[in-house]
C-alpha cells in the first residue's frame, strides 16, 4: 500500500468527534504544562505522550465501522473492534516518528533556537513515521514470501 | 518526551492485542488500558530520571 493522504475521509467524521478530540488533546496539553510548572520539565513532558485521545478516536472508529457493517447487514461488533485494534498497531508504529522527533528536541534542544529545532524534529518525525511504515512494508512481504516459499522446502516424501 | 511514547507504544501494543482477541468493549479496554501507559511511564521515569 501506498502512504497518501485522503481529504475525503475528514468529511467522515462529524464536527462533534473532532471537538473531542481538539477537547482531549488540549486539556492534555494544559495538563502537562502544569505538570512541568509545579513538578519540573522531565514529569511535564512525559505527559506530551500521554494516549489523552486514543480512548475517544479508538471508540469512534469502532463506532463507525460497525455501524459501515450494519448497514451492509451484519452485526459488525467484531469488525468494529478489530478496525480499532488495526489503528491502534499503527499507533504503535507511529510511535517511533515520535519518539524520533522527541530524541532531536532532546538533542539539539538546549544549543539551538526552538525556531529551528521544532521545524527539524518534525521533519524527523515524518521520516521516522514513513520509514516504520515501509519497514513493516517489508517485513510482511517477507513473511508472505517465505510462507509460500515454505511447502517447498518440505521434502517431497513427507508430503501428502 | 521519550520515555511517555514508549510508555504509548506499550499502551497502544497492550489495547490492539486486547481488542484483537477479546470480545471487550472498545472504550473499556482503551480506558482502562490507560494504567499500563501509567506504569511503563512512571516505571521508566522512576529508574532513568528520577
Given at each position: 500500500?501506498?502512504?497518501?493522504?485522503?481529504?475525503?475521509?475528514?468529511?467522515?467524521?462529524?464536527?462533534?468527534?473532532?471537538?473531542?478530540?481538539?477537547?482531549?488533546?488540549?486539556?492534555?496539553?494544559?495538563?502537562?504544562?502544569?505538570?512541568?510548572?509545579?513538578?519540573?520539565?522531565?514529569?511535564?513532558?512525559?505527559?506530551?505522550?500521554?494516549?489523552?485521545?486514543?480512548?475517544?478516536?479508538?471508540?469512534?472508529?469502532?463506532?463507525?465501522?460497525?455501524?459501515?457493517?450494519?448497514?451492509?447487514?451484519?452485526?459488525?461488533?467484531?469488525?468494529?473492534?478489530?478496525?480499532?485494534?488495526?489503528?491502534?498497531?499503527?499507533?504503535?508504529?507511529?510511535?517511533?516518528?515520535?519518539?524520533?522527533?522527541?530524541?532531536?528536541?532532546?538533542?539539539?534542544?538546549?544549543?539551538?533556537?526552538?525556531?529551528?529545532?521544532?521545524?527539524?524534529?518534525?521533519?524527523?518525525?515524518?521520516?521516522?513515521?514513513?520509514?516504520?511504515?515501509?519497514?513493516?512494508?517489508?517485513?510482511?512481504?517477507?513473511?508472505?514470501?517465505?510462507?509460500?516459499a515454505a511447502p517447498a522446502q518440505f521434502p517431497a516424501h513427507k508430503r501428502k | 518526551m521519550v520515555l511517555g511514547t514508549i510508555a504509548m507504544a506499550a499502551y497502544a501494543w497492550?489495547?490492539?492485542?486486547?481488542?484483537?482477541?477479546?470480545?471487550?468493549?472498545?472504550?473499556?479496554?482503551?480506558?482502562?488500558?490507560?494504567?499500563?501507559?501509567?506504569?511503563?511511564?512512571?516505571?521508566?521515569?522512576?529508574?532513568?530520571?528520577?
Amino acid at each position: 500500500m501506498i502512504v497518501k493522504a485522503d481529504i475525503s475521509a475528514l468529511k467522515k467524521a462529524s464536527w462533534l468527534e473532532y471537538s473531542i478530540r481538539f477537547l482531549f488533546g488540549g486539556l492534555m496539553t494544559v495538563l502537562a504544562g502544569l505538570i512541568a510548572k509545579h513538578y519540573g520539565p522531565e514529569l511535564g513532558g512525559l505527559f506530551l505522550a500521554f494516549p489523552a485521545i486514543a480512548p475517544a478516536a479508538a471508540t469512534m472508529i469502532d463506532q463507525h465501522a460497525k455501524e459501515q457493517k450494519q448497514r451492509a447487514g451484519f452485526e459488525g461488533h467484531t469488525r468494529g473492534r478489530k478496525t480499532a485494534a488495526l489503528d491502534m498497531f499503527g499507533t504503535v508504529w507511529a510511535s517511533v516518528g515520535l519518539l524520533a522527533f522527541g530524541l532531536v528536541i532532546w538533542w539539539m534542544g538546549s544549543s539551538h533556537s526552538a525556531c529551528l529545532v521544532l521545524p527539524i524534529a518534525t521533519v524527523v518525525w515524518l521520516g521516522g513515521a514513513l520509514s516504520t511504515w515501509e519497514l513493516r512494508r517489508i517485513l510482511k512481504r517477507q513473511k508472505t514470501t517465505h510462507h509460500r516459499a515454505a511447502p517447498a522446502q518440505f521434502p517431497a516424501h513427507k508430503r501428502k | 518526551m521519550v520515555l511517555g511514547t514508549i510508555a504509548m507504544a506499550a499502551y497502544a501494543w497492550v489495547v490492539a492485542m486486547l481488542l484483537f482477541r477479546a470480545r471487550h468493549n472498545t472504550l473499556l479496554v482503551t480506558s482502562a488500558s490507560l494504567l499500563v501507559w501509567l506504569g511503563v511511564a512512571f516505571g521508566l521515569w522512576s529508574v532513568l530520571l528520577k
